[in-house]
């Protein structure tokens, strides 16, 4: 029995196709606690995308399965919200028609004209976007656009927020200002969010655990890192902290170690196939 608000439960997932057999994920356990913020990390390739489309109810797992406050994810829902690496806007709706559609898809018979106008006025204001209303999504920069796309997200009040390297796309200062937004937005909503990303420095400053993969095919959990990190925290305090950079070295030496045996067993299989093809040339 799990214990979590959201629970993957023995999770595999495999495809098939003209290549045959392929099983990316195998046996994936994971319990989240509510409110609680955890990174998923690994070399690409090695199922982060898919365990989080399994969650988004996107894809639906081979076996095993996903729970989400008590009840079984089986389809996408507004429970679970997504932000995409790419905004993912629509170019035609301004940035206010881009989080009015959200909200009067999921608000549109329980609240009136006026509450779903206040509701996402509110959620844009939480990303510092009021200013940008009447602006087509061309019209902004990349980062007012994941703003945006963070702000629609929020407007469903969804019970598990996705984060698919929201900030993948951006600038380094771009990067580490909309990082400030979301860690502030997270604190005072409480925010169950399950984000993945590749960079180490993000993972251990926006989260209380972090779930570090096994290379693929099959992979699976190898590691989860707690954060003993005291909120809010400041970046700038943290590089110098014994405990941030305890965890960064660990995440650093999971990656690292793994890369590692990864291509010592390639270089093994690449010695066996010159082997081979030497002796089928001397026979």
Not at 53 to 61: C, K, Q, S, T, Y
Not at 102 to 125: D, P, Q, S, Y
Not at 155 to 180: C, I, N, W, Y
Not at 259 to 273: C, D, F, L, N
């Amino acid at each position: 029995m799990s214990n979590g608000y959201l629970s993957l439960s023995q999770v595999d997932m495999t495809f098939t196709g003209a290549s045959g057999i392929n099983q990316v994920l195998r046996n994936i356990n994971l319990d989240v606690a509510r409110g609680e913020y955890i990174s998923l990390i690994g070399h690409s390739g090695c199922g982060k995308s898919t365990v989080l489309n399994i969650v988004a109810g996107l894809l639906r797992a081979s076996s095993g399965g996903v729970i989400v406050d008590n009840r079984e994810v089986d389809a996408p829902g507004p429970d679970r919200a997504v932000v995409f690496q790419n905004h993912s806007l629509l170019p035609w709706l301004t940035v206010y028609q881009n989080v009015e559609i959200a909200v009067e898809k999921i608000f549109g018979r329980t609240r009136t004209a006026a509450e779903r106008r206040e509701w996402v006025l509110h959620n844009l204001a939480m990303v510092n976007m009021t200013h940008a209303l009447d602006r087509l999504p061309s019209e902004i920069s990349g980062g007012m656009k994941q703003r945006v796309g963070i702000a629609r997200a929020l407007s469903m009040e969804p019970k598990v927020l996705l984060l698919d390297e929201p900030f993948g796309a951006l600038d380094a200062l771009t990067r580490a200002h909309l990082q400030d937004e979301v860690i502030r937005i997270q604190s005072e909503l409480g925010n169950t969010v399950l984000m993945i990303t590749h960079d180490v420095d993000e993972a251990v400053l926006m989260s209380d655990r972090v779930v570090m993969m096994t290379n693929g095919p099959s992979a699976t959990i190898g590691q989860i890192l707690p954060v003993p990190l005291e909120r809010p925290r400041n970046r700038i305090a943290l590089a110098e902290d014994k405990v941030y950079n305890h965890c960064r070295q660990e995440i650093l030496t999971f990656l690292y170690e793994k890369q590692r045996k990864v291509e010592t067993i390639h270089a093994g299989r690449s010695m066996k196939s010159l082997a081979k093809a030497d002796v089928a040339l001397r026979a």
